[in-house]
């Protein structure tokens, strides 16, 4: 039946029951400065079977969203020495900051050792150089682990980074049920847009299974998987491609749990989504519901019966390829916008990114004008008082339907090649996101697309800002550092564990447990990388 043909009255006594039946809802009173209050939803002309937190989840994963407890907000953060990266970290913690977002270096991304030489030249560039659990216990000095959520933004390696983020929770005596936080650990997105991965395709997917299993009993808060569009996105997808492609991966690791055997209705309930924020304001508000939508039915065409398990849970952090170098202060106004994006889209956290990240890692004024942006939004702008402040808008509930359609038509073609993997391993998911880029670059040239200060309303610029510059004596640090563990350890033991590692990664033993213990023998990530390097080989 069309939502026209209901009975007013019906409607009305329908929101009562609703709210009536989750009273916690209505107890928190919020006004404009003028008096008006404002209602927790506002229902017409939404279809009856989309409240917020409920099946489909259009409207967001809570009944309450934010009038209960805002976003968390995190700043990603992660360079030179695991002790550099620990300062910023206490300095983005007493700014205000809800949760941390770890950046690892390019050699720990890929499984390389900060002496290794393929290292050379890029330790503590791109994020925090972590060799081995003493690097892990410098990274999170003075910061307990079961009081903060943390974020790890690591793939590839993302079993080692998880294992040594346990063997220090187990070191700091914190109890691990009580341990929350997220890795990125999408390693298909690696093949199809960013390229930090290791192995191929089918033993890496065996490593992610792994993690599912070994968190659903070790560590049941932990999200084991954050399905990424964001640097789909940021290769050059439009805004449905990044959602038609995450969702399709996020399908495939559905598919490769439950042929292990697992239970949908306890792995899926750890899922979440990595998204990115661009500054289509209404076309990423609508991706990000449609997006909701479109999980939940996925999740339920494939058992899912749960509600926490079909709910799409996803950060979100500002788009990095939209900042520009041309005057770079613009982009404060731009995060702005995506902020707004994100939130008015129903993110459950956010990364903003300081607006000089086109020119160097941030500096400290700039990742605090960051944060700033988000405290404003949260608690000036009104946007955190009601649960979809632009449900019922013709425009917005139109855009939204459109981007699902075109998504799931996407989502169809990738289904009919096998799934995602086969569509990665055919170079379709490549070419459709290197196509939108050449397309989306030609427009800019052409004029066609305004980019404020780059093609349009230009200035001449003197000088430069301050930027943010690591020193390449971190290496010769680390180096130093990795001599002295291997002499102190005991060598003996590694070398057992290693090999105990290399005979389970031919079987089809869980090879988490394997690692913890590994790292908490000293064990550097290098060389664990290394040993699986043995029996999976390396993708080409």
């Known amino acids: 039946m069309a939502f026209a043909e209901y009975d007013n009255n019906y409607v009305t006594l329908f929101i009562v029951h609703y709210y009536s039946t989750n009273a916690h809802i209505m107890e928190n009173i919020i006004k404009t400065d003028a008096g008006i209050i404002i209602e927790p939803v506002y229902t017409q002309p939404i279809p009856m079977d989309e409240l917020p937190g409920q099946f489909p989840f259009t409207r967001g994963v809570h009944a309450s969203m934010y009038r209960d407890k805002l976003w968390t907000m995190r700043q990603y953060a992660g360079f030179s020495t695991a002790e550099a990266s620990n300062q910023r970290y206490h300095y983005l913690l007493s700014q205000g900051v809800m949760g941390l977002s770890v950046a690892f270096d390019l050699p720990t991304q890929i499984g390389y050792d900060s002496d290794h030489a393929m290292s050379e030249g890029e330790v503590g560039k791109v994020g925090v150089a972590i060799d081995s659990l003493e690097d892990m216990e410098r990274l999170f000095a003075g910061i307990k682990l079961e009081d903060i959520s943390t974020s790890m933004t690591i793939n590839a390696t993302g079993f080692i980074l998880l294992a040594l983020y346990i063997a220090l929770a187990k070191k700091q005596g914190a109890d691990l049920h009580k341990i929350s936080g997220t890795i990125q650990n999408d390693i298909l ?210 855009l939204t339907n459109e981007v699902e359609a075109k998504a799931w038509e996407l989502i169809h073609r990738i289904d009919a090649m096998g799934g995602a993997v086969s569509a990665i391993e055919q170079g379709f998911i490549q070419d459709e996101i290197a196509r939108s880029a050449y397309l989306y670059q030609q427009e800019i040239e052409r004029g066609e697309k305004i980019i404020v200060g780059v093609n349009k309303f230009t200035v001449k610029e003197e000088g430069t800002p301050e930027i943010f510059r690591i020193d390449d004596s971190i290496r010769q640090l680390q180096t130093e550092r990795l001599q002295d563990l291997r002499a102190r350890r005991d060598n003996e033991a590694v070398k057992m564990i290693l090999q105990r590692l290399e005979a389970a990664a031919s079987t089809a033993e869980n090879l988490m447990p394997i690692v913890v213990e590994a790292v908490e023998r000293m064990c550097t990530l290098g060389e664990i990388a290394d040993t699986l390097r043995k029996v999976f080989g390396e993708y080409k």
């Open 189 to 398: 997105k690696e093949y199809a847009a960013r390229g930090t991965f290791i192995y191929p395709p089918k033993p890496s997917m065996r490593l992610i299974t792994d993690i599912f299993a070994y968190c659903s009993k070790e560590v049941p808060k932990w999200n084991t998987i954050s399905i990424s569009g964001y640097h789909i996105r940021e290769a050059g997808a439009n805004a449905v491609q990044e959602l038609a492609f995450t969702l399709a991966n996020g399908k495939a690791y559905l598919k490769a749990a439950i042929e292990k055997g697992l239970e949908i209705n306890v792995f899926a309930r750890r899922l979440s989504f990595f998204f990115n924020a661009h500054n289509h304001l209404f076309e990423e508000v609508a991706k990000f519901r449609a997006a909701r939508r479109m999980w939940a039915n996925m999740t339920a065409e494939l058992g899912a019966t749960d509600p926490k398990a079909q709910m799409l849970r996803f950060h979100t952090q500002t788009g990095g390829s939209t900042l520009t170098a041309q005057q770079p202060h613009n982009n404060i106004v731009r995060v702005a916008v995506q902020t707004m994006a994100a939130t008015l889209g129903g993110t459950q956290s956010l990364h903003t990114n300081g607006f000089d990240e086109a020119l160097s890692l941030p500096t400290e004024e700039a990742a605090r004008i960051a944060l700033r942006t988000q405290q404003i939004v949260g608690y000036e702008s009104g946007i955190a008082d009601t649960v979809d402040p632009l449900a019922g808008s013709y425009y917005v509930e139109a």
